[in-house]
């Protein structure tokens, strides 16, 4: 037993927020004209939203919608959510009738080397363990939907296979919520005739899933539904797509979900009301909250808050081009959120050294934070920078940075809502809130009328400033084929690390000119885009060498401790 790690430290996220005792949900309802009837309680301070409410609320959704983005993730930290969250607190502490829309934590992270994602300090939502763990228990259906799919196609393999299929060319792995390397290959139906054919398999973690991309794209049961019948899991024999829908179970995939696709309503520590749900990874998938929560919160809010996974260059690319392309959204403002100690570590500071001040480091560093801040304005939005302010920040390293951003048109605001909660990013959010009273020119990066190709050149040369792309010849007639079958109007996710702008993890600050290797791709045709795999990016990660899961615990009044 690890006794240190049941230490509770009070200073601690858990600590914070056990601290402070959450206002009754149906307060929080309240707050944006939800009633009580319209919430289906998960205990005293958390809710779904009911579906038929939901609807009304989205279909009429005019508030002024703030993407919240980052420079490329270092071990460093940014804490993009914190500052997500500290500017929603900032924002209603000024008046402001206002809703923050957030991503549902992937229990894979939470239990590997990135933790959860519920915020930090004073500005987080809460119950945070409950959120970080099974919550309304959204990803577990989603995994249920996703595997009955699988364990059908096997089924209907066993008794006859009347649609021809070729079990060479399944492509529907399973999935599970969790980091399991092992179970990236593995071999199915071994022990005999009774368990079926024997074939090679393989796992995905569940927030990779298409289930899970068509939940947080869909708009209503029926699209929900129609969208799960499009999925393409096989081919037969002659080489033709064999769908979901010829499998005749997505409507029972639809029952599984049914519950989950209510919006989750929760709350900050400042009791301003947070809409969870769903949660797509942004370097495997799309990285953003439901359409549903967003569209729902932005009926009922005249600010939302919302952030896209990693940096700029894979969860806000993702989050203008496909989220806001399908589900009508027209963002106002992005900020991007950076620290000192994170541009350090891009400008070639190692991480035991990040303590001492190093202005030149931050000045190169900042190559990486400049080019988010142009792609930002590329799509046609103003970008307002974050800084995460931490204690040893110098005033010279700051000035490096203002300086860096000033030559690009950005203000820069020190923030330290982490300390000091809403308090700490008044002057962030009045900015915001200035630029979003004025008119969105808001474009995507590339028409729907490019070929795939052109589209996967266009992300790679004019977001990742990457010199050319090699996609391998599978993967190219594999875009012929998408294209042949219908396919080729439709958006592109790439899947590509998120700790640099190239494939190459270890590239940071802002290279340019290098070769792109997009090794294969994949049709999503139910949430309708191509996934483009570039380098070693997997679909199921593993475990770090010590887990975060060693630190978690439940003490004898069922306090649990060690999520952060």
Known sequence: MNTAARTIDPTSDAAIAASVTPRPIEEIGDRLGVPAAALYRYGPDKAKIALDFARKAEAKADGRLILVTAINPTPAGEGKTTTTI??????????????????????????????????????????????????????????????????????????????????????????????????????????????????????????????????????????????????????????????????????????????????????????????????????????????????????????????????????????????????????????????????????????????????????????????????MKAFGLPAVVAINRFTGDTAAEIDAIRAACAAVGASVHLCSHWADGSAGAVGLAEEVAALAAGPSAFRPLYASELPLLAKIEAIATRIYRAGAVAVEPGALRKLGEFEAQGHGDLPICMAKTQYSFSADPTRRGAPEGFVLPVRDVRLSAGAGFVVALCGDVMTMPGLPSRPAAEDIFVDETGFIGGVF
């Open 86 to 375: 500290g500017l929603g607190d900032a924002l209603a502490r000024a008046g402001k009738r206002v809703a923050i829309a957030l991503r549902e934590p992937s229990l894979g992270p939470v239990f590997g080397s990135k933790g959860g994602a519920t915020g930090g300090g004073h500005a987080q939502i809460v119950p945070m363990q409950d959120i970080n763990l099974h919550f309304t228990g959204d990803f577990h259906a989603i995994s249920a939907a996703h595997n009955l799919l699988a364990a059908t196609i096997d089924n209907h393999i066993y008794w006859g296979n009347a649609l021809d299929i070729d079990t060479r060319r399944i492509n529907w792995r399973r999935v599970v919520d969790l980091n399991d390397r092992a179970l990236r290959s593995v071999v199915v139906g071994l022990g005999g005739p009774g368990n079926g054919f024997p074939r090679e398999d393989g796992f995905d973690i569940t927030v990779a899933s298409e289930v899970m991309a068509i939940f947080c794209l869909a708009r209503s049961l029926e699209d929900l539904e129609e969208r799960l019948g499009r999925m393409v899991v096989a081919q037969n024999r002659a080489r033709q797509p064999i769908t979901a829908g010829q499998l005749k179970v997505t409507g029972a995939m639809t029952a599984l979900l049914r519950d989950a696709f209510q919006p989750n309503l929760v709350q900050t520590l400042e009791a301003t009301p947070a809409v969870v749900h769903g949660g797509p990874f942004a370097n495997i998938a799309h990285g953003c909250n439901s359409v549903m929560a967003t569209r729902t919160a932005l009926g009922l809010a005249d600010y939302v808050v919302t952030e896209a996974g990693f940096g700029a260059d894979l969860g806000a690319e993702k989050f203008l081009d496909i989220k806001c392309r399908q589900a009508g959204l027209t963002p106002s403002v992005v900020v991007i959120v950076a620290t000192v100690r994170a541009l350090k570590m891009h400008g070639g500071v190692a991480q035991k050294d990040l303590g001492a001040e190093n202005v030149a480091a931050v000045s190169a560093g900042t190559s990486n934070l400049v080019r988010h801040i142009e792609n």
